[in-house]
């Protein structure tokens, strides 16, 4: 079985289809997580800047760390205006009290808690936020749940993510799930189901068989015909501000 951290830096060799084919997050999830009013905030495991981009066009001051260095690299090149370091949410390599905000978009569960909220509390201002993100397909259609199934043997958007507290540093978690589709063609939901860790760390067979997979539910889903379609998403969020 590979270990975690090698699922977590597999995506690295995919930087470009990662970027180009994972979906963005709901705006209004962001809004409610953060607020209106423009903050300083750092996207911890930013990846290719998928969220930092949206934080970004936000109006939001946006500082990512990201310990993989080809995902660091793409995300320069890809985000105007978004600083960019290296570090994890157990090292963050920001002073003390510097920021109003800390988010992670995909990536709190490869977080350590017992050392990563200590952390993430020592560089967010009293009454700061932690709020962490998840785009998961929206199972209310039978395809999605057939895509799951083939791409996470039933994975991230079966799991509700309770999140029951961030630590004795954060005050109460607060919930809230946002749904937005993502317009696709028949290759795009092929090439997203390439950026997943399964086909990553796959064999050649393995990879050989779920992309064939993908295909024959293009052919015998709702989806036979159509050049493109809406996948529904939703983007859940799970945040809490960090006590005085």
């Known amino acids: 079985m590979t270990d975690p951290i090698s699922h977590a830096r597999s995506f690295g060799s995919a930087a470009e289809r990662y970027d180009r084919y994972r979906p963005s997050y709901a705006p209004e999830a962001v809004t409610w997580a953060l607020g209106e009013r423009p903050v300083r905030v750092v996207d911890l495991g930013a990846g290719t800047g998928i969220l930092s981009r949206l934080l970004h066009r936000l109006g939001h001051e946006v500082i990512a760390v990201e ?44 977080f350590d808690p017992d050392r990563a909220h200590p952390e993430i509390a020592r560089v967010l201002r009293p009454g700061g936020v932690l709020a962490a993100f998840w785009n998961d397909a929206d199972l209310g259609t039978p395809w999605t749940v057939r895509y799951v199934e083939i791409i996470d043997g039933g994975g991230e958007a079966a799991r509700e993510r309770p999140l029951s507290d961030f630590g004795p540093l954060f005050g109460p978690v607060e919930a809230g799930e946002f749904p937005h589709d993502m317009w696709m063609t028949p290759d795009d939901l ?40 809406p996948m529904p998403h939703l983007t859940r969020v799970h945040r809490a501000a960090r006590l005085a």
């Not at 600083?83 to 109003?100: F, H, N, Q, T, W």
């Not at 990879?207 to 989806?223: I, K, T």
């Open 67 to 110: 310990p993989d260095d080809l995902m660091r690299e793409h995300l320069l090149q890809a985000s105007p205006g978004v600083m960019a370091y290296a570090g994890s949410a157990e090292r963050i390599p920001l002073p003390d009290g510097s920021v109003d905000a800390v988010v992670a978009g995909q990536a709190y569960h490869w």
């Open 190 to 229: 092929v090439a997203m189901a390439t950026t997943r860790s399964p086909y990553l760390v796959g064999t050649e067979h393995e990879r050989a068989e779920l992309v064939g997979a993908v295909r024959e539910l293009l052919v015998e889903s709702e989806l036979g015909g159509h050049s493109r379609f």
